[in-house]
C-alpha cells in the first residue's frame, strides 16, 4: 500500500455467540471499528474527498465538516494522507477523545458549545449553520454529510464484502445518522435479496423516524433530531427504538461475553438485531453493523461499572 486508505474497508463479518438465543435466528456483526480510525465512516469520507477533488472542489478549498465525531476523524485522516488541509466543526455533546483525535490528525477544530452535554436538534442546527456561512466563504468546501450521495454509494461495497460472504440472509438493521450505511448498503442488498428486510434503528429519546418529536440523547452519530434528507422510506421495512440505557447494558455485555468493543450505535443495532432475531426464529440470519470501537469512548462513563442515568 502507497497509503493507509488503502486500507479501508473488508473488515469481519463475525456471529455472535453467547448473547443470542439459541431459539432465534443467527446475528452477525461487521466490525467496521477494524477501518483504520476505528469507524465506518473512513469510507464514506475517502468517497467524498475523492469525489471533491475529482470535480475540482478542493483546489483552492478547505474541506469541511460538522459532525458528531467520527466522520471529522475519519475527514482528518484522510486529509492527512492524501497531504490536504482539514476544518471541523464539532461540540462538547460528543466523544472528547473523537475530538482529541481530529486535533492529532492536523485538523481545525471548532467546538459548538452544547446544553448539558446532550444531542439535540438545535445543536445540530447552529453546527450546520455555521458551515453553511464558512462555505459561503469560499474559504472552505462543505462535504455536507446529509446531502452528499457519496454518503449512499460509498456503502455499496460494504454491502458487496457482506454478499461475498454471506450470500443469503434475512434482515439487515442499521442505526439511523445520515442514513448513508442503511439506505447505500440496503439497496445494494436488496438488489440481491429482493426478499431481505430492511431495518433502521433509533434512540427511543429521539425517534423521530417512528413518527414521534425529538428530544435530547447522547447517542454520537445517530438522530440528529430530523428525518435526514438521504432516507428512503420505501426501502425501509420497519423502524426499531432502543432505550439508550439497553443500548448502553448491550455494549457492556459485548465486551465482557462476546470480545467485542464498540459504541453506543452498535449497542442500538445489536438490541435491535435480536429483536428481530426472535421474531425470525432458528435457521435465519440478521446483520447487523458494529460502527465503531469502543476506544473511542473511553473519556466517557460508556464502560464505567456504575452507569449514570441518561
Keep these: 500500500m502507497n497509503s493507509l486508505v488503502s486500507a479501508i474497508g473488508h473488515t469481519p463479518l463475525i456471529r455472535l455467540q453467547r448473547i443470542v ?5 443467527n446475528v452477525w456483526l461487521k466490525l467496521e471499528g477494524m477501518n483504520p480510525t476505528g469507524s465506518y465512516k473512513d469510507r464514506m469520507v475517502l468517497a467524498q474527498v ?6 475540482g472542489q478542493l483546489e483552492q478549498a478547505i474541506p469541511l465538516e460538522c459532525t458528531g465525531g467520527s466522520t471529522g476523524t475519519s475527514l482528518a485522516f484522510v486529509c492527512a494522507a492524501m497531504e490536504l488541509p482539514s476544518a471541523i466543526i464539532t461540540s462538547d455533546a460528543f466523544s472528547q477523545d473523537k475530538t482529541d483525535s481530529m486535533r492529532a490528525f492536523g485538523a481545525d477544530v471548532i467546538v459548538e458549545p452544547s446544553e448539558n452535554g446532550r444531542i439535540t436538534p438545535c445543536l445540530w442546527q447552529r453546527m450546520r449553520n455555521r458551515a453553511a456561512q464558512m462555505h459561503a466563504s469560499g474559504s472552505h468546501f462543505w462535504l455536507d454529510q446529509f446531502n452528499n450521495p457519496a454518503t449512499t ?5 460494504f454491502a458487496e464484502e457482506i454478499l461475498a460472504v454471506h450470500p443469503v440472509f434475512d434482515a439487515f438493521c442499521a442505526a439511523v445518522g445520515t442514513a448513508g450505511m442503511l439506505v447505500g448498503a440496503g439497496r445494494r442488498l436488496r438488489q440481491s435479496l429482493p426478499d431481505l428486510k430492511v431495518v433502521a434503528v433509533e434512540p427511543e429519546s429521539c425517534s423521530v423516524l417512528s413518527g414521534n418529536p425529538p428530544g435530547p440523547h447522547t447517542v454520537d452519530g445517530t438522530a440528529a433530531g430530523f428525518v435526514p434528507p438521504l ?12 432505550a439508550e440505557r439497553e443500548a448502553r447494558v448491550m455494549c457492556q455485555r459485548l465486551a465482557k461475553e462476546e470480545g467485542i468493543f464498540a459504541g453506543t450505535s452498535t449497542g442500538l443495532n445489536v438490541c435491535a438485531a435480536l429483536q428481530l432475531a426472535e421474531s425470525l426464529g432458528p435457521n435465519r440470519s440478521v446483520v447487523t453493523v458494529a460502527c465503531d470501537t469502543g476506544f473511542k469512548y473511553m473519556s466517557g462513563n ?3 461499572s456504575e452507569m449514570p442515568d441518561v
Design 153 to 157: 454509494s460509498a456503502f455499496e461495497p
Design 50 to 55: 475523492r469525489d471533491a477533488i475529482d470535480a
Design 302 to 304: 460508556l464502560f464505567q
Design 21 to 25: 438465543s439459541s431459539n432465534h435466528a
Design 231 to 242: 432516507y428512503d422510506d420505501s426501502l425501509v421495512d420497519s423502524v426499531i427504538a432502543i
